[in-house]
């Protein structure tokens, strides 16, 4: 079973900028989509971003215009473009395919003065 490990997170200033990556141990190419979630505390996992196989993308409305996901099927690894960070942002990050794998570890980011 292919594992998912996410990196990238951290200590950002409200309107800053970080990158997250998702590296999987196989093949990424035949996965057909690829998504970032997010969750804090006491509140339920939410999507964030999704990219399909063929380069299409979704976002939250939330997310929209500040985020932007892609991947790289060559080095397995999924990103997460974030700009224009806000406090709101702040969670755990992890990323997963269609149809769920075990989720990962995933990434801090906390958006803070």
């Known amino acids: 079973q292919v594992q998912l490990v996410e990196s990238g997170g951290g200590l950002v200033q409200p309107g800053g900028s970080l990158r997250l990556s998702c590296a999987a141990s196989?093949?990424?190419?035949?996965?057909?989509?690829m998504g970032w979630y997010r969750q804090v505390p006491g509140k339920q996992r939410e999507s964030v971003a999704a990219i399909t196989s063929g380069g299409d993308t979704n976002y939250a409305d939330s997310v929209k215009g500040r985020f932007t996901i892609s991947r790289d099927n060559a080095k397995n690894t999924v990103y997460l473009q974030m700009n224009s960070l806000k406090p709101e942002d702040t969670a755990v990050y992890y990323c997963?395919?269609?149809?769920?794998?075990?989720w990962g570890q995933g990434t801090q980011v906390t958006v803070s003065s």
């Open positions: 997963n395919r269609l149809p769920f794998l075990d």
């Open positions: 196989g093949s990424i190419s035949r996965i057909s989509f």
